[in-house]
């Protein structure tokens, strides 16, 4: 049984800062990608970032490169965000996902992961 608890979201004027966090209990795997995707109303779930279990591995989607830093805190079963510059865009639901034995760190970008967290909205105005 693998718990994703995310926090972090808020709302935060257009141009600012904000870093999410995923908790990680339960099950814990040595080789795993974890990820964070994002839905905005009326839009398709679209993955945001990934990252592999090593951290050598990374991902992001077009629209968040060079605003937004994906990290991983082993020790603490933690996973981060860090999203700077801000846009109206960026408006969303923001998930925490976590892939079990990918079978490749390439398996990272895939769109289906296993676990997922409950979600914290971020807000950009």
């Known amino acids: 049984h693998v718990q994703l608890v995310e926090s972090g979201g808020g709302s935060v004027q257009a141009g600012g800062s904000l870093t999410l966090s995923c908790d990680l209990s339960?099950?814990?795997?040595?080789?795993?990608?974890m990820a964070w995707f994002r839905q905005a109303p009326d839009k398709e779930r679209e993955r945001v970032a990934s990252?592999?279990?090593?951290?050598?591995?990374?991902y992001y989607v077009d629209s968040v490169k060079g605003r937004f830093t994906i990290s991983q805190d082993n020790a603490k079963n933690t996973l981060y965000l860090q999203m700077n510059s801000l846009k109206s865009e960026d408006t969303a639901m923001y998930y925490c996902a976590l892939k079990p034995n990918p079978g490749g760190s390439f398996m990272c970008r895939s769109l289906y992961y296993n676990y997922w967290g409950q979600g914290t909205q971020v807000t950009v105005s």
């Open positions: 990252i592999s279990s090593d951290g050598d591995t990374i």
């Open positions: 339960g099950d814990t795997y040595t080789d795993a990608c």
